[in-house]
C-alpha cells in the first residue's frame, strides 16, 4: 500500500533544503499547523553574541510554510512582519509554533511564536498572511 495523502504532504515539506541547511526540523505538521525547531550554534549569531534576527525570522518563516501548505496546495505569502522579544544565544532550541487563524477567499492569517525550550519565554511573535494558489503539490481528489 502506498503512502497517505498526509503522509506525501509532510515528505514534500520536509525536503526544504534551506530548513536542511539550517539543521531546522518540522517536528508536527497537520492542516493549518506546524512546530518547527532549531539549535542555535556558533555560526547563527551575530557581533553581540546574540542568535541573529535573520535566523530567528527564519525559522518563522519555516513554521509559517509548513503550517500553511500543509493541506498540500500551494501558498505563497503575501505579508510577514515579526516583533523581536527576547534575545537567545548560541545553545538555545528554539521552537516555533504556526497556527491557521482566520481565512477570506484564498488569503490565510497565521500566528507564529517562537519560544525559547530552555526558558519558555517568547523570543519572536509575527501574524502573517498567506495566499493560496490554485494548484495542488499534492493533488487533492475532493476537489476539482
Known sequence: MGKSREEKINDYIQLDPF?????AKVEL???GHSRVTLTINDDMINFHGITHGG??????DMAFAAASN????T???LNVGIN????TKSGDRLIAEAIE???SGPMVLYDISIKNDRTGEIVAKSHDLVYRKKEWFVPNNDVS
Open 75 to 77: 501558498a505563497v505569502a
Open 19 to 23: 530548513a536542511q541547511f539550517l539543521g
Open 84 to 87: 523581536f522579544l527576547q534575545a
Open 101 to 103: 487563524q482566520s481565512q
Open 29 to 31: 505538521l497537520k492542516p
Open 70 to 73: 500543509s493541506y498540500g496546495q
Open 55 to 60: 535566523v530567528v525570522f527564519s525559522l518563522g
